[in-house]
């Protein structure tokens, strides 16, 4: 799947998108000003408790949260 394919089934499942996690992880202090302070085991935890998501899917999240990927990589 590609990385477009994994936040098309994301925006579905959940109704957000990377703007939306990036806040997100803002509120909950996982990131601070778009800087990642956590590790990826615990953003993986979150997004499968909150949202169910499976693992490849919150790899997915993480990518962008980490700044490895964004919404416009492929």
């Known amino acids: 799947m590609s990385f477009q394919g994994y936040l098309k089934t994301i925006r579905e499942k959940t109704g957000k998108g990377p703007q939306d996690f990036r806040q ?3 509120e909950k ?6 800087a990642l302070k956590v590790k990826a085991g615990e953003i993986i935890a979150w997004l ?3 949202f169910e998501l499976g ?7 993480f ?3 980490k700044g490895v990927k964004n919404e416009h990589s492929e």
């Open 24 to 26: 997100l992880a803002e």
């Open 29 to 34: 202090g996982f990131t601070e000003n778009g």
């Open 48 to 50: 499968k408790a909150d």
């Open 55 to 61: 693992h490849g899917h919150a790899m997915a999240i």
């Open 63 to 65: 990518a962008l949260l």
